[in-house]
């Protein structure tokens, strides 16, 4: 059988670095979830506070500190990314050969290798897979740089390693 060979360009511009954060923010951490169930719990303490405890004007404070949480969210995540310094994590011109056997990163420094078995997750998106190494870091392969055989032959790697693949083609 013919072994699987898969070189891929990583260049982890600012863009890359950009979207990697988001998705590590809400998608991995659920950090959404958490403003979106203060939120809820807060509102919920101004609508017993208005309707059972009659004590409305309590009740209308909750609910617009509830209203702000939501709203602000958006903007507290856009304030979050715009203060990461990205250039200083950004690591043009590298090549990642994924095989069978393992990954192997080449870099101006020289080259790492994984081994399939310290890939613990692999998500999808509709522009990367992620291959994390760890709970924060990850290879970030973009799909723009693979044919779609290139794409499925890396599938089929990673599920004859037994990773499953969590698909998240509804985010960027």
């Known amino acids: ?3 699987k060979q898969i070189d891929v360009s990583l260049d982890y511009k600012e ?3 950009a979207d990697f954060f988001k998705f590590q923010i809400n998608v991995r951490q659920n950090t959404k979830w958490l403003f979106i169930l203060a939120a809820l719990v807060i509102a919920g303490a101004g609508a017993v506070m208005w309707f059972v405890i009659k004590i409305p004007a ?3 404070a909750c609910m617009i500190v509830a209203l702000v949480i939501i709203v602000n969210y958006p903007l507290q995540m856009r304030r979050a990314i715009r203060r990461q310094d990205f250039r200083r994590l950004s690591r043009p ?3 990642l050969k994924i095989n069978e056997d393992n990954l192997i990163q080449y870099d101006l420094n020289g080259k790492v290798t994984y081994e399939w078995d310290k890939i613990i997750e692999v998500c999808e998106t509709k522009k990367y897979f992620y291959l994390y190494s760890s709970k924060y870091g990850a290879l ?3 799909k723009k740089e693979l ?4 794409a499925n032959s890396l599938r089929e790697i990673i599920i004859s390693k037994n990773i499953k693949i969590k698909k998240y083609l509804y985010h960027k």
Request: net charge negative; hydrophobic share 35%.
């Open 1 to 3: 059988m013919e072994t």
């Open 58 to 60: 309590v009740g209308i």
């Open 140 to 142: 970030i392969v973009q």
């Open 15 to 17: 863009e890359v670095l």
């Open 147 to 150: 044919t779609e055989e290139t």
């Open 93 to 95: 011109n590298q090549r």
